[in-house]
């Protein structure tokens, strides 16, 4: 069947907000499943960014992991309106009702919408030598840092990573690779707010990191809250005594974790609830949904990617003849976070099944080979 609506002549209007993990996988999914579907991108940025190698730009330039909306669009046949669209749920409400998009002086209609906005940095900062994720989401980080090694100061320098989530040390890791391989003098903290390093995570994961960041010589200072900067110092606040202190920072990483700007209910087929209602022509998936039942809502690119996928499937179903939805049932199937050349850790299958070293590390470079091949139009997630 090439078209969903039951008006075999019509083909579907789908429209998609946010170009992520969760919108890409959506648009591809349906793309094939639906060949002649009329599907809009509203995304602002003119690129996808391939968030999960982010660290990588440590080394590599940016445009090494992104890839323009406008190549995606030849290969997958849709329109990118590059635009920023605000929303709150009245609004949400508003396009339920008329099934149509307001983008400036245009009016788009839909079938369907979904909506895939992920989320935002939990703190920012416009300070000078600081940079956040969004900063580092613009920015050539290489250039940063090979500024940053150059300059004619010939004092230790001090650099200071604000967060030690999986981004966080893994950019830990890349950048003392990087100074250690230039020989330049320097200190690597990496501040964490809790007792515990990756607390979410198997206990032995957490040794495991803690074991490499002393080899590399990064320092981890634990159950300290960031305050700000002031002058050439980060403020920080101990979270059990509110001590305040301050650490000198010639170059600091703000990376505290992301948040969505609105999380939306959705039932377990992604139909948003608004109240106790589900609106059945507006969907949402990634970072900015939470899924009734069973299946996982982690903000992971695993769970984005599924998530999507799910979204996908049911509004081509929901189109059809059929007429039904099933239920998001994904639960996360691994997690690895790389630790610089040749090395990583994580688990496979089960929590317990614990990987590190060169073998979680060329398992890593093959997850993200894998969505390489998903942009190129190689789909093979087979769960």
């Not at 969760?22 to 509203?42: F, H, N, V, W, Y």
């Not at 984005?304 to 081509?316: D, M, P, Q, S, V």
């Not at 691994?334 to 929590?351: C, F, H, K, Q, T």
């Not at 997850?367 to 139009?377: N, R």
């Amino acid at each position: 069947m090439n078209t969903v609506t039951k008006n075999k002549n019509v083909p579907l209007k789908l429209i998609i907000i946010g170009g992520g993990y969760a919108g890409l996988s959506a648009l591809i999914t349906m793309r094939k499943q639906a060949p002649d579907a009329e599907i809009t991108l509203i995304d602002p940025r003119p690129y996808h960014l391939i968030i999960t190698r982010l660290h990588e730009t440590v080394c590599h330039p940016l445009d090494s992991i992104r890839v323009p909306y406008s190549l995606l669009a030849k290969r997958f046949n849709f329109i990118h309106k590059q635009q920023a669209i605000q929303f709150d749920e009245d609004l949400i409400k508003a396009w339920d009702s008329n099934k149509t998009i307001q983008i400036g002086e245009e009016s788009l209609p839909f079938d369907y919408l979904l909506i895939s906005t992920g989320s935002l940095p939990i703190q920012s900062e416009n300070e000078p030598d600081v940079y956040d994720l969004n900063a580092i989401c613009q920015q050539s980080f290489a250039i940063i840092l090979e500024q940053f090694i150059a300059s004619k100061d010939a004092n230790e320098k001090i650099i200071n990573i604000v967060g030690a989530g999986p981004t966080g040390i893994q950019f830990a890791f890349e950048m003392a690779h990087v100074l250690l391989a230039c020989h330049a003098k320097f200190r690597l903290n990496l501040i964490e707010g809790s007792d515990t390093l990756m607390r979410a995570f198997p206990v032995a994961i957490g040794r495991y990191i803690e074991k490499r960041l002393f080899e590399k010589q990064i320092t981890v200072l634990k159950s300290q809250f960031y305050k700000g900067k002031q002058g050439r110092e980060i403020l920080l606040e101990n979270s059990h005594s509110g001590d305040k202190s301050a650490l000198a920072s010639d170059l600091t990483l703000l990376l505290l974790g992301k948040k969505p700007e609105l999380l939306l209910h959705a039932n377990s087929s992604g139909q948003v609830l608004l109240g106790r209602k589900v609106l059945m022509h507006i969907f949402t998936a990634g970072d900015c949904s939470y899924y009734d039942d069973f299946g996982s809502n982690l903000m992971t690119s695993q769970s984005a990617l599924r998530k999507g996928k799910a979204a996908a499937n049911n509004i081509f179903r929901e189109a059809g003849i059929l007429h039904f939805c099933l239920p998001y049932m994904h639960r996360e199937i691994g997690y690895l976070i790389s630790l610089g050349p040749d090395d990583a850790v994580g688990w496979i299958g089960s929590r317990n099944a614990i990987i590190s070293g060169t073998l979680a590390f060329k398992a890593k470079e093959i997850i993200e080979a894998q969505y390489d091949l998903l942009l190129k139009g190689f789909n093979s997630y087979v769960v």
